[in-house]
Nanobody, 125 residues
């Protein structure tokens, strides 16, 4: 299983970015895919997740209403549209995937076995 994250960059406060996570080597439709982020000196934190079958989405309170996660099963890719970005959103964003993730644990990084390499998002004030 391989996950390739891309789309990060430098934007000003209030700007937008769209991250992508392309997956290979798995039955993509069966996998929950999540985004986590980690800023220097801080713990890794959950951002958003999307279930495989059905495509239900889940968001951290800090990004709800600003970020939207979608998936294209035909392209084996998930997207994270990030709007109204704030300096606090600055972090390395990592995508993760696994099967059998239940809703009550969807925000726990230890539930995911497969991780991409991360993409840097920097929001300037």
């Amino acid at each position: 299983v391989q996950l390739q994250a891309s789309g990060g960059g430098l934007v000003q406060t209030g700007g937008s970015l769209r991250l992508s996570c392309a997956a290979s080597g798995l039955n993509f439709r069966q996998y929950t895919v999540a985004w986590f982020r980690q800023a220097p000196g801080k713990e890794r934190e959950f951002v958003a997740a999307i279930k495989g079958n059905g495509g239900s989405t889940y968001y951290a309170d800090s990004v709800k209403g600003r970020f939207t996660m979608t998936r294209d099963n035909a392209k084996h890719t998930v997207y994270l549209q990030m709007n109204t970005l704030k300096p606090d959103d600055t972090a390395v964003y990592l995508c993760a995937a696994d099967r059998g993730i239940i809703v009550t644990t969807i925000a726990l990084s230890q539930q995911y076995d497969y991780w991409g390499q991360g993409t840097q998002v920097t929001v300037s004030s």
